[in-house]
Each structure stands twice: as structure tokens, then as C-alpha cells.
């Protein structure tokens, strides 16, 4: 069992739709990464967080470190958003989540 | 442009050889972090060095090693190489060793082996 799991590995949404991906650990951390890749390949960090919320544009990151949980949202969703999203657990190094790959249809 | 360099971008390469690949973190960043990522098994954690030393290690081959030089620059180094070694390999940097710190990825190298 990965130590980060995301949910859903892959996911399918119409333009305009809320999205919800999620994060689940199992090991200790101080904070944890959301990133997002690019079909190109290259990566994008979004949010760092260890607490509460965070909002950048149309993203939002929440983390609920009790329930050892996080979740990014992404609000009317856009084709540009279509790409692999990655939460990592910060420890004293980075934790993998396996990623979900989101496609967004116009 | 995360300020992380990486090269060579691609890479072709045949059975049994060795490379080198290269990566240079942002300015300041003392730990450099690589990554192998193929198309079945995501983002694979190999090794964390931090000011030169060794911090962490994951799944990487011994095979394979890395070193971090004092100007910061960071090779990785993938000898014997075998088909299953085709792989986009990462390096990320960050300010300090791990925890409450965003790491900076750099565009990746493609390698390809055949």
C-alpha cells in the first residue's frame, strides 16, 4: 500500500464542472505538496500547505491534517486544465502520491 | 521557468552503456532531489542530496549513483543500462532539507534505451 494514495486515478469532466481530487497519508508529515503535470511533461508546483486552505485563482487546496487528508479543487474547470495532478507528503523528503489524470472536454 | 536546469532534455542511449545526466537547482537551493518517473510506476523517488552530503535515499539501483558538487550542481549517474531504464528522470531543488519547503522541479531528461 502506497503511503500516499490519491483518488480518482483518472477522471473525466466537462468544461465548467467543480472538480475534486483527493489525498490520503498514512505517514507523518509537516506539510504536503500539490503539483501538476503537464502532458508535455514538465511539472508545476501549485500549493504547499499544513493547515486550512489555500486559494490561487480557480484552484483551491484544503488539508485536514487530523483526518490526514487533502483535497484540490478546481472551480469552472477549462480544457488547459486537462493534466496530471500529484499530492506529496513533505517529510524529509517527498512522498508520492501515484497522481490522477484529469481531462477536461470542451 | 522554475530556475531549475536540466540537461540534456533527451537522451538515446543503448544497452549496457553509462550516462550522465545534469542538474543545476535554483540559486540559493541547497538540496537537490531526483526523480525517476516510467510510464507504469509515477513519480519514483531515487535520492535527496543537501550541501553535498547524502540526505535520503529511495528506490534508486545500485546501478545508478549521484553527487551533489560544491558549486551545488548535482549528476546522476546510470551505468549498465537496460531497456527498463527508459524513463523521464526529474531533479527538483529546494531551499533547505524537507520539511515546510516547496521543491522546484526542473523540465526533465528523456531517456530512452534501446
Known amino acids: 500500500k502506497n503511503e500516499v494514495e490519491q483518488s480518482p486515478q483518472n477522471l473525466t469532466a466537462q468544461e465548467g464542472e467543480f472538480i475534486t481530487i483527493n489525498c490520503s497519508y498514512s505517514v507523518g508529515i509537516s506539510a504536503l505538496h500539490w503539483l501538476q503535470q503537464h502532458p508535455g511533461g514538465g511539472i508545476v508546483s501549485l500549493f504547499m500547505l499544513s493547515s486550512g486552505k489555500k486559494k490561487h485563482g480557480r484552484l483551491i487546496a484544503t488539508i485536514n491534517i487530523q483526518e490526514k487528508h487533502s483535497s484540490l479543487h478546481i472551480t469552472a474547470s477549462h480544457p488547459r486544465d486537462s493534466a496530471v495532478y500529484i499530492c506529496?507528503?513533505?517529510?524529509?523528503?517527498?512522498?508520492w502520491g501515484l497522481g490522477t489524470s484529469l481531462a477536461v472536454n470542451p | 521557468d522554475s530556475g531549475v536546469t536540466q540537461t540534456p532534455k533527451h537522451l538515446i542511449t543503448a544497452t549496457g552503456q553509462r550516462v550522465t545526466l545534469r542538474c543545476s537547482p535554483r540559486s540559493g537551493d541547497l538540496s537537490v532531489y531526483w526523480y525517476q518517473q516510467s510510464l507504469d510506476q509515477g513519480l519514483q523517488f531515487l535520492i535527496q542530496?543537501?550541501?553535498?552530503?547524502?540526505?535520503a535515499k529511495g528506490n534508486i539501483l545500485e546501478r545508478f549513483s549521484a553527487q551533489q558538487f560544491p558549486d551545488l550542481h548535482s549528476e546522476l549517474n546510470l551505468s549498465s543500462l537496460e531497456l527498463g531504464d527508459s524513463a523521464l528522470y526529474f531533479c527538483a531543488s529546494s531551499t533547505t532539507q524537507g520539511a515546510q519547503t516547496e521543491a522546484f522541479f526542473g523540465q526533465g531528461t528523456r531517456l530512452t534505451v534501446v
Open positions: 506529496a507528503g513533505l517529510n524529509r523528503k517527498l512522498i
Open positions: 542530496y543537501y550541501n553535498g552530503e547524502e540526505r
